[in-house]
């Protein structure tokens, strides 16, 4: 580079150099005295001394922890707006579905259809103001949240040491009806009030109290204050006096403890505590409600109504998600659904647990029951969840997950049929342990070599536990329990099944209605089905919308027919000389597995024909032991009166693997000298004499009333003693010889349990 050019190079550079110093020291200055200018200004409002204290430090801290707590709120308000995300939240809930049985014919309905039909203005004055005055008298005055309410309601609660009052305004409550479930969580509770402020700011006072007053639970089923006005007073609510609209507020509580159809006089006096929320709030005086507190409310006796709930229930669940499943531009909400139920045999499931359940619960501390009954296409014909719907609405036959004992086994004895084993495979009956557990057969004993027919006929528990040993192999006794497990999956059970060494014998919970299903496959040859209630899908105008034999899920072959033939013939052993004896159905071919678990907490049997599968449960909820009840006790007992029913009408089909059923030996001529004085007992079918139902019991004694007025009558007529008196004497001692002869006496079951004398009350 020649020496000119260097020279220019270096004086740029000198330059830049310089211009950058000196806009650094400018700008540096320039900064410096604005912030003398600043502080010079800011001076003037200096605040020392105890102004300081006093003034100024509270309010920067309340500035800063306010800044922090709306990041906070911000924070938990996300997860509580993301439930309104959906653009048609308004309708998330009127879901309206009337439900039909197998045969076309009305059994129910559930759900709530939001409509307009009934203005606010046309509700009852006096229904409005015992809704506020019992739910949110500040309900005009307050933004969603009744902040005065609610620190009342935790002082009250403080000082009564419990839940006494709630804080929550009709807003809240409209926000969980709308968006959120009745968990009792603080989660639940925050996102509950963010959705109230959101509510407030979307539609107007009116519009929230009638929402409110049309979706809320009110009992029996129903939603709404009309729905209810028609189930508990058969009028419109626009028809409701003071005293039905005290008993219609004192529902939104607790629908099911004050419902008026289950116990009137909890209503009752529930409507009182409604019309003393009258008087305190100022709404009406206590000469106004005087008239309904001397005249209250009488609901209609629907206790002869027996709808199907739980299996309505667990329908409406399913058509929900059904629902979903259909298209998002698809906006019908009101269906008409074909169930697969059959009211005959739900019946007759109803009658055999309460039969059962009310002459031999006692004896055996037994107080719940649950059953299922399907046909082999998956179809639900029969579910009872409990023994009283009114008193508890938890499904025991679909929610709860009980262990189902030895009616397990039938999954491990396919998985050895699948991997090699025979039903003359022999297997030696000897103790055996899987470190530190050492399972024990019922008795406490060996018997040697058995087969495996053998073993599931008399329930031993030592076989399957070394199966799943051998079917591990090499790999060891886990190996063999996947595969365990694996097969289960193939039959239906969802269940979580738990790796545990006493899988094989059924400890790991399951539910009826699955394990019922499941038993589907074996007289199915080998095809699994889905369990399900819906049949068809149509709208409130006839129009199909879906079909389960076009739409649903179709039959997969879980295993191969020759063993599902081969477990049925295994399993048949188990009814005809078995723990199940009592099962046995006349001329119909029958199999299943007992099922008893520890300390006897659960009793099963799960059963099938060439028609049906059915499993039934006994037990008790707070999961204490029953009265050693087994499963060839009441639930044979029980499964073998709700399969009589459902073969009633109905062309027996043979059962795979075992053929067409057989006869029952003659009662034994030893028992036959005694047929003049008790009712006929099979040994096949030790189980109890016929009792009257409540109902026939009510009728006996409104005779016998009926009876002794007409005598005393025709006494006073004639002046003369009539032959009423010693005949009445005699028709008791009858009845009750036929309840419970004299003579009955309780025959042993075949796994050795004796059932319980009945009492005689």
């Known amino acids: 580079m020649p020496s000119h050019w260097k020279q220019k190079v270096r004086n740029f550079f000198l330059d830049l150099d310089a211009r950058i110093d000196s806009t650094l020291f400018s700008s540096g200055k320039g900064l410096r005295e604005l912030y003398e200018r600043y502080s010079t200004f800011m001076d003037r409002f200096y605040v020392g001394h105890w102004k300081r204290w006093v003034f100024i430090e509270p309010l920067s801290e309340a500035a800063t922890i306010g800044l922090g707590g709306m990041i906070l709120m ?41 409509n307009d ?3 606010l203005e046309d509700f009852p004055d006096n229904l409005i103001k015992a809704t506020l005055a019992t739910e949110d008298r500040r309900f005009y005055d307050h933004f969603g949240i009744d902040v005065p309410g609610l620190a009342r309601a935790l002082v009250t609660n403080a000082q009564a040491g419990g839940v006494r009052q709630g804080g929550s305004s009709i807003t809240q409550q409209l926000a969980k009806n709308l968006f959120l479930n009745n968990e009792r969580t603080i989660e639940r509770k925050v996102k509950e009030a ?24 009110m009992g029996g089923g129903t939603f709404g204050v009309d729905g209810a006005a028609h189930f508990y007073f058969n009028k419109s609510v626009r028809d409701v006096n003071l005293a039905e609209a005290a008993m219609l507020a004192g529902l939104f509580k607790a629908p099911t403890k004050y419902a008026p159809h289950i116990n009137l006089p909890a209503a009752r006096a529930r409507a009182n505590v409604v019309l003393d929320n009258l008087v305190d709030a100022g709404f009406m005086t206590e000469g106004q409600v005087f008239g309904a507190r001397r005249n209250p409310a009488v609901a209609v006796d629907r206790r002869d109504e027996n709808s199907p709930n739980y299996y309505l229930d667990y329908a409406f669940d399913e058509m929900r998600k059904l629902v979903d499943t259909f298209p998002k531009s698809y906006t019908e909400r009101v269906f008409v659904v074909r169930t697969a139920i059959d009211m005959n045999v739900q019946k007759a499931a109803e009658e055999a647990i309460e039969n059962q359940l009310r002459q031999f619960g006692r004896d055996y501390h037994a107080t719940q029951a649950a059953t299922v009954v399907s046909d082999l296409d998956g179809g639900i014909r029969a579910m009872v969840g409990g023994r009283d719907y009114g008193a508890s609405q938890f499904n025991r036959a679909t929610d709860a997950y009980r262990q189902p004992g030895s009616s397990f086994k039938p999954y491990v004895y ?42 599931i006929t008399r329930s031993i528990n030592v076989v399957p536990v070394k199966l799943s040993i051998m079917l591990g192999g090499k790999e060891g006794p886990k190996a063999g329990r996947a595969k365990i497990v694996e097969v289960a999956r193939r039959f239906g059970l969802k269940a979580p099944l738990p790796d545990t060494p006493s899988l094989p014998i059924g400890s790991d919970e399951v539910t009826v209605l699955e394990h019922a299903v499941a038993y589907a496959t074996f ?18 105008a006839g129009d199909l919308v879906w079909r389960w034999d076009r739409d649903g899920p179709k039959p997969r072959q879980a295993i191969p027919p020759n063993i599902a033939a081969d477990m049925a013939g295994m399993m048949s052993h188990v009814v005809s000389e078995g723990t199940a004896r009592r099962a046995a159905l006349d001329g119909i071919p029958t199999a299943g597995k ?23 449960w006994y037990g008790n909820d707070d999961y204490s032991p029953t009265n050693r009840m087994t499963g060839g006790s009441l639930p044979a007992q029980t499964w073998h009166d709700i399969m ?59 005779v016998e009333k009926l009876l002794d007025d007409a005598a005393r009558t025709a006494e006073k007529t004639t002046g003369k003693t009539t032959l009423n008196e010693p005949a009445k004497t005699g028709k008791a001692e009858s009845s009750s010889a036929l309840a419970f002869p004299e003579n009955y006496v309780a025959a042993a079951g075949p796994d050795g349990a004796t059932a319980p004398a009945p009492r005689k009350n």
């Open 523 to 540: 007289p199915n040859r080998g095809k699994a089905v889905t369990p399900h209630s819906v049949l068809e899908v149509r709208t409130g």
């Open 414 to 455: 396919t998985t050895a049929l699948l991997n090699g084993f025979t039903p003359n495979s022999k297997i030696v009956d000897g103790p055996v342990c899987i470190g530190n557990w050492c399972p024990q057969n019922y008795g406490h004993s060996y018997s040697g070599q058995v087969t495996l027919t053998q073993a």
């Open 117 to 119: 039909s009934i203005p």
């Open 644 to 702: 009589v029913a459902a073969h009633q009408g109905v062309e027996v089909r043979e059962l795979n693997g075992v053929g067409m059923g057989q006869k029952l030996p003659p009662q034994p001529a030893q028992a036959n000298a005694q047929a003049n004085a008790a009712p006929r007992v099979l040994e096949t079918k030790p189980g109890p004499p016929p009792v009257l139902t409540k109902r026939g019991a009510d009728i006996l004694v409104r």
């Open 194 to 217: 963010f959705l109230a402020i959101w509510l407030e700011t979307r539609l107007t006072k009116n519009e929230i109290l009638k929402l409110y007053l049309d979706r809320a639970y």
């Open 74 to 114: 911000l924070t938990l308000a996300i997860p509580a707006f993301r439930e309104t995300a959906d653009e048609d939240w308004l309708k998330k809930s009127d879901l309206a579905v009337t439900f039909l049985d197998r045969y076309g014919n009305p059994i129910g309905s559930r759900g709530i259809k939001h």
């Open 594 to 616: 007992t099922g008893t678990t520890n300390a006897y907490r659960d009793a099963w049997f799960v059963g099938y024909t060439g028609n049906f599968t059915c499993a039934v």
